[in-house]
């Protein structure tokens, strides 16, 4: 599932889309945002690596990825085939960026309902093109060919303002929905009514729901065993909690010295120190 709010600016070719996404980069730059973007070449057989440079030689070898470090930039060159590209994939990349902006890749997103939609139109008819298969958010359809005078359709220039505010609110909301997932388990047990985790963080952002209905967490205090991670506590349902805390006590229960009785609380720490790092502390 994507951590990170994504946008994409779609349409047509010679839309204006690569206009519209460099001037809301630098506005979404302007107003304290980090930028992730993304552009899809539709050129068969396109590469940014050049024929006879090292990196293109350590590619031909069968190097993938290939990594060029200069004192200006990083590049990491990703033999792909379209067929295997995934948006997922892509936001490895984001660091701490804030958004991602994609430029075209209409056949990943148009019908992806969890990224955003910017629809690029030159003619009014791609408007109702682009509703019948388009699903998911749709921010607006905006041009910059067409009068002010059109519906709903924005002009890309007048009503720049409006299309960034339009991505500023996505992208709090989106953040809102993540800070709230961060709070669940991730289990997707379908215990509760909504199915997934997803489904209650959206209740819970609604005010339908809080986070209270989430079953494992609702049981958590109740359980006699917990796994913690590098001090992370992993979620786990009353079963698995109860299995763990049987198997560690006939385990122990095995060894010399010890005085079990099998109502014993069980905590299994997991920690990515050695010994000796942990006689340091």
């Keep these: ?21 460099k001037n809301l980069i630098r506005e979404l730059r302007a107003r304290g945002f980090r930028v992730m973007s993304a552009k899809h070449v539709d050129i068969e057989d396109f590469t ?17 990825p290939v990594v060029c470090v200069s004192n200006s930039e990083i590049a990491i060159i990703y033999k792909n085939k379209t067929a295997d590209f995934k ?7 984001a660091g701490e960026a804030d958004v991602i902006l994609m430029e075209g890749f209409s056949r990943w997103t148009l019908t992806d309902e969890s990224i955003a939609k910017i629809v690029m139109l030159r003619k009014k008819y791609e408007r109702e093109e682009y509703s ?16 002010q005078d059109e519906g709903d359709i924005l002009n890309a220039t007048r009503d720049f303002d409006k299309i960034v505010k339009k991505i500023e609110d996505f992208i709090n909301e989106k953040k809102e929905l993540y800070a709230i997932l961060e709070r669940l388990p991730g289990l997707n047990c379908g215990r509760c009514p909504y199915r997934t985790c997803l489904g209650l963080a959206k209740a819970v952002q609604k005010g339908e729901a809080s986070i209270e ?36 006590l006939a385990m122990v229960s095995t060894l010399k010295g010890t005085d079990i009785e099998g109502n014993e609380y069980v905590q299994v720490r997991i920690l990515k120190k050695s010994f000796k790092d942990l006689e340091n502390r």
Aim: aromatic fraction near 8%; include cysteine; charged fraction near 25%.
């Design 1 to 21: 599932m994507l951590k990170i709010p994504v946008v994409a600016v779609i349409g047509r070719k010679k839309s204006g889309k690569t206009t519209l996404i």
């Design 213 to 248: 209905n989430c079953t494992v967490e609702a049981h958590r205090r109740k359980l006699k065993s917990s796994v913690l991670v590098n001090g992370k506590n992993v979620p786990m349902i009353p079963y698995i909690s109860e299995l763990i805390r049987r198997t560690v």
């Design 48 to 64: 940014i690596d050049r024929e006879g440079t090292d990196t293109w030689w350590h590619s031909k070898a069968g190097a993938n």
């Design 87 to 93: 948006i997922e994939k892509l936001a490895r990349y």
């Design 132 to 147: 019948k298969r388009i699903k998911g958010p749709t921010l607006c359809f905006c041009s910059y060919f067409l009068d």
